[in-house]
């Protein structure tokens, strides 16, 4: 995979390319799984606060670059969005939770299946999170 110019990304995207924008989006990149506050803090220079990450989360997020993925822990986890853009962003596929090493992945080939609700109830959006155990994990065993 050739590496992702993360100023043409950021571009793309009509975001203005910070140094702390693209040091986010490259732990995006590189990691190519779900990712939460606290793993993309822990990773970016200490004068990064909170706040700032936040906005930058909340700006990729309304830009079509990051969507927002279930999770059952408390922190909310972001990941890379496929081919979004600030006009369509739409992340309709399933995640997959890894139970041993935690990761959370886009399945993004795999739909999220039609479900039939009961009369009344219209639905918007859902979130599927599958639990099990990743490739990875298999085979380190
Ligand atoms: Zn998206
Ligand atoms: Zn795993
Ligand atoms: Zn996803």
Redesign the pocket.
């Known amino acids: 995979m050739p590496i992702p110019d993360h100023s043409a990304l950021l571009k793309e995207h009509r975001l203005r390319s910070t140094q702390n924008s693209r040091a986010v989006l490259r732990l995006f990149t590189s990691a190519q799984r779900a990712l939460s506050h606290g793993e993309l803090s822990a990773s970016l220079a200490p004068d990064v606060d909170r706040g700032t990450l936040y906005r930058i989360l909340h700006r990729f997020e309304s830009h079509g670059l990051v969507?927002r993925?279930p999770d059952d822990e408390v922190s909310v986890k972001f990941?890379l969005c496929q081919h979004c853009s600030p006009q369509t962003h739409e992340?309709q596929?399933l995640?997959f939770k890894c139970q041993v090493c935690g990761h959370t992945h886009?399945l993004?080939q795999q739909s999220i299946p039609e479900i039939s609700l009961p009369g009344g109830y219209q639905g918007q959006q859902t979130e599927v999170l599958l639990r099990g155990i990743c490739p990875r994990c298999q085979v380190a065993d």
């Open positions: 969507h993925v990941a992340d596929h995640h886009c993004a």
